[in-house]
């Protein structure tokens, strides 16, 4: 039987956390903040059962109020499993983000096991002076097989307007040419960091690359994106988080 669960958060200032929802194999457990001080909130997603099989219909809904943080992030991939109920699966991600708050939105990998067929879509609202960091990163079958089908998208809207749209397709039932030299090289891991930050609209850093699989791009809007691939996903990872230390010292370094 497939499973329909729709897993909610709100984030306060000072904090707080007004709503914190859990729901099916979504489990929300509020942990330590680390980065954000006393007055940022986290929570870390742990998978309860095994999701997303086929069939299963999940959500989960972040809402950060104005003047609040929240760091959300996961205790372990999200894998993609194969069903003996011939449907896909479909997860959907709904944040939204007032004014003067931020989130930092840092889940684990999303394994795309052989077999599965998972439809991810993932909506980012924004106010005007809000400020986010979103990491993706899908690692593209388990050790020694084949990837299964994994079709994503991303949209960003800032002050009610587009700041980005990407949608990737991997896998059996993609467009030829997923797996070759022009897109993934041979690699297994993709994954993209968006930052977005108001500090970055007067000095948007130029485009370049990041190591030989890696490559920093600034939006048409205070934000950037890197997007890179890799043989496995602890190499993805290390270009993701020297690449977001990197952004966040030159955001200091315009405060200071």
């Known amino acids: 039987m497939s499973i329909r669960a729709t897993a909610r958060m709100v984030a306060a200032p000072g904090g707080r956390l007004p709503v914190l929802e859990s729901d099916g194999p979504l489990a929300l457990r509020r942990t330590r903040s680390v980065d954000g001080g006393p007055d940022a909130s986290r929570v870390t997603v742990v998978g309860a059962m095994s999701a997303p099989l086929g069939g299963d219909r999940l959500a989960i809904e972040a809402e950060v109020l104005d003047g609040a943080a929240l760091t959300v992030d996961a205790s372990g991939a999200t894998v993609a499993l194969p069903s003996r109920i011939p449907e896909r699966a479909q997860y959907e991600v709904r944040l939204t983000v007032g004014q003067h708050a931020e989130l930092n939105w840092l889940p684990e990998q999303l ?25 993706e990163e899908q690692v593209l079958g388990r050790h020694g097989e084949s990837t299964g089908t994994l079709l994503t998208r991303l949209t960003v809207r800032r002050a009610g307007r587009p700041l980005f749209d990407q949608e990737l397709f991997y896998g059996p039932g993609a467009p030829g040419g997923w ?67 990197a952004v966040r010292g030159q955001v200091a370094a315009r405060v200071a």
């Open 111 to 135: 394994i795309s096991c052989h077999g599965s067929d998972l439809r991810m879509r993932t909506r980012v609202e924004l106010a005007p002076t809000a400020r986010l960091v979103l990491r």
């Open 179 to 245: 797996d070759g030299p022009a897109v993934l090289g041979g690699h297994r891991a993709v994954g993209q960091l968006l930052v977005v930050d108001g500090k970055l609209a007067d000095t948007a850093p130029r485009p370049r690359l990041l190591g030989e699989t890696a490559v920093l791009t600034p939006l048409a809007g205070p934000g950037l994106l890197v997007t890179a691939v890799a043989p496995d996903a602890r190499e993805l990872r290390r270009v993701l988080d020297e690449a977001l230390a």
